[in-house]
C-alpha cells in the first residue's frame, strides 16, 4: 500500500513534468508564430454630432476591414478586438474612447469585413473637446492562449477624421436621472 502511493507520487510528478514542459514548448512555438495581419479601418460616416448638456457626443459608423487570420495560432483560443478613438484637448493630452469591440472566436472568422458598422460605444468627450478636434482610430487586439501568457497588438490610423466645427443639430439637454431605478448602478 504504501509503495504503491509511493509510486502514484512518482507517476504524477513525472505527469506534472511533462505537462510543465508542454506549457513551456506551447508558449515558446506560439512566441515564434509570425503574425502577418492587414487591417483597414475608415471612418465611415459621422452620424450624428451634437451637444449634451456639456458634452460633445459623436455617433460614428466604420468600414472595417480587419484580416486577423495569420495572428491565430493552434495556441490561440480567441481574440478580443477593440476599435478606439484617440485626440487630445487642452486638458487632456491623450483621451482613448472604446467604440467598438468583438470577441472573435475562430480562425475562420478572423477577417472582419464591416463595410459599415456602427458604433457600440458613442464618443462622448466629457466637455467640449470633440469640436473641431482630430481623431485617431487604433484597431487592437488581445491575444487570448490555450496555454502560456495573453499577448497584445494594435494599428493606429492617425488622424482618421476631423469632427466639424459647427454641431449638426440643436444641443440636447442633459438626460437627469429620476425615479426609481429595477436595476441601480
Ligand atoms: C495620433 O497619431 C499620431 C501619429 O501616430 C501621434 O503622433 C499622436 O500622438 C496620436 N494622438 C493621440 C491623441 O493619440
Ligand atoms: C499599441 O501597442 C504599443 C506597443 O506595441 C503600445 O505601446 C501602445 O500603448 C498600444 N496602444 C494602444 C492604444 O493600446
Given at each position: 500500500m504504501h509503495s504503491y502511493s509511493v509510486r502514484a507520487n512518482n507517476v504524477l510528478s513525472f505527469a506534472v513534468s511533462v505537462w510543465m514542459v508542454l506549457c513551456a514548448m506551447a508558449t515558446a512555438s506560439d512566441f515564434f508564430h509570425k503574425a502577418d495581419p492587414v487591417v483597414?479601418?475608415?471612418?465611415?460616416?459621422v452620424e450624428r454630432f451634437l451637444r449634451v448638456g456639456r458634452n460633445d457626443e459623436a455617433h460614428l459608423a466604420f468600414e472595417?476591414?480587419?484580416?486577423?487570420?495569420?495572428?491565430?495560432?493552434?495556441?490561440?483560443?480567441?481574440?478580443?478586438?477593440?476599435?478606439?478613438?484617440?485626440?487630445?484637448?487642452?486638458?487632456?493630452?491623450?483621451?482613448s474612447v472604446s467604440v467598438w469591440d468583438r470577441i472573435v472566436e475562430s480562425k475562420e472568422d478572423a477577417?472582419?469585413?464591416?463595410?459599415?458598422?456602427?458604433?457600440?460605444?458613442?464618443?462622448?468627450?466629457?466637455?467640449?473637446?470633440?469640436?473641431?478636434?482630430?481623431?485617431?482610430?487604433?484597431?487592437g487586439w488581445q491575444i487570448m492562449p490555450r496555454v502560456g501568457v495573453l499577448r497584445k497588438d494594435n494599428v493606429?490610423?492617425?488622424a482618421a477624421f476631423t469632427l466639424s466645427e459647427e454641431y449638426p443639430e440643436p444641443p440636447q439637454p442633459q438626460q437627469r436621472r429620476t425615479g426609481v431605478y429595477a436595476h441601480p448602478r
Open positions: 483597414s479601418v475608415k471612418l465611415a460616416k472595417i476591414d480587419a484580416d486577423l487570420t495569420s495572428v491565430f495560432s493552434w495556441n490561440t483560443k480567441q481574440l478580443f478586438v477593440w476599435l478606439a478613438a484617440e485626440y487630445s484637448t487642452p486638458k487632456h493630452v491623450k483621451s477577417h472582419l469585413v464591416l463595410p459599415f458598422v456602427r458604433n457600440k460605444y458613442k464618443l462622448v468627450d466629457n466637455g467640449a473637446g470633440l469640436r473641431g478636434n482630430v481623431v485617431n482610430l487604433t484597431m493606429t490610423f492617425p
